[in-house]
C-alpha cells in the first residue's frame, strides 16, 4: 500500500501564507510609492527589518518580479509582473468586446481611438486602436496597453473620476497632486469637482490641452450590465492635424463616439430605461 502524504501543518501553512503576503505587499509599494524604490524604502512601507525585506526582494528578484539598477542598486518591477499584467488585461472580457468596436471608430473618424480603466488616482490603458485610414489623424504619445497616466488631466480619467461614489472619489481626491501638465491643466480642486460634476450631467469629457500642448480628446463611459461604469473609451486629436476649434471638434466627434460607447456597453449587458 501506498504511505498517505503528510499534510501540512497549520503551522507551515500560516507561515506559507505570511511570506506570500509580504511579497504581494512589496510589489504592491512599487504602484503606489513609484517605479523605483530601495531596501530601506521597502522595508519602511512594508514594516519589515532590512534584511528580511532583502531576502523577500532577493526572490522576488530571482523569479523576474522585481529587477536591479547595478549602478543605484535600487529595484523595479521586472518583466514577470509586466507578462502577467498584459495576461490579465488580454483576458478582461471588456477588452475583447470593445477591440473591434474602437477599430471602426478610429476608421470613422480617422483618429486614434482608446478605452481606459481607472486604477487609483491613475487610469491604465487596456485597449488602443489606430485608423488605417491613409489620411489618418495619428497623434503619437508613445501610449499603448498598459500605459498609466493621472486620471485627473485626461478625458478617460475625468469620465471614471466622475462616475465614481463621492464617498470613494473624495480619498482620490486628496492623493492627487494636481501638477500642471499642459497649457489648461486643472490645478484647483474646486474647478475639478466642477469639471466632474458637468462631466457625469453630459456623459461626455472633454480634455482641451490639459494633459499635453495641442493635445485634445472626448471621452464616453462605459457600463456593464448592472449600469455601473466600468471603463472609458476616448478619441484624441492633435492642434498639428487638426487645428479646428474645440467646438467644431466636439460637434464632428461627439456622435460617433457616443454611439460607439452605447454599442460596447449594450453589448456588456447594459440596457438603458431611456
Known sequence: MFEQPERPSKEWTTMTSQSLERGLRILTE???????????????????????THRYVATLAGLGFLQQDPDTRKYSLGPRVVDLGFAAI??????????????????ETGCAASMAV????DIVY??????????????????????????????MGKVLLAYRDPAALRPLLDRMDLARRGPRTITVRE????ALSQVRQSGL?????????????????????SGQVVAAINVAVHLTTWGASLE???????????RTAADISHQLGFRSNS
Request: glycine fraction near 8%; charged fraction near 20%; charge should be neutral.
Open 118 to 121: 481607472l486604477d487609483g488616482a
Open 191 to 194: 474647478q475639478l469637482v466642477s
Open 30 to 52: 512599487f504602484t503606489e510609492n513609484g517605479p523605483v524604490l530601495g531596501i530601506a524604502d521597502l522595508a519602511r512601507a512594508v514594516g519589515l527589518n532590512r534584511s528580511t
Open 205 to 225: 469629457a472633454v480634455n482641451d490641452e490639459e494633459l499635453a500642448p495641442g493635445l485634445r480628446s472626448l471621452a464616453a463611459p462605459i457600463r456593464d450590465r
Open 248 to 258: 467644431s471638434i466636439v460637434d464632428r466627434l461627439s456622435a460617433p463616439l457616443l
Open 126 to 155: 487596456v485597449e488602443r486602436r489606430r485608423s488605417r485610414r491613409p489620411s489618418g489623424l495619428a497623434v503619437d504619445l508613445n501610449l499603448h496597453v498598459g500605459s498609466r497616466l493621472p486620471a485627473y488631466c485626461t478625458s
Open 90 to 107: 488580454s483576458s478582461m472580457e471588456i477588452t475583447g468586446v470593445a477591440a473591434a468596436h474602437l477599430q471602426t471608430l478610429s476608421d
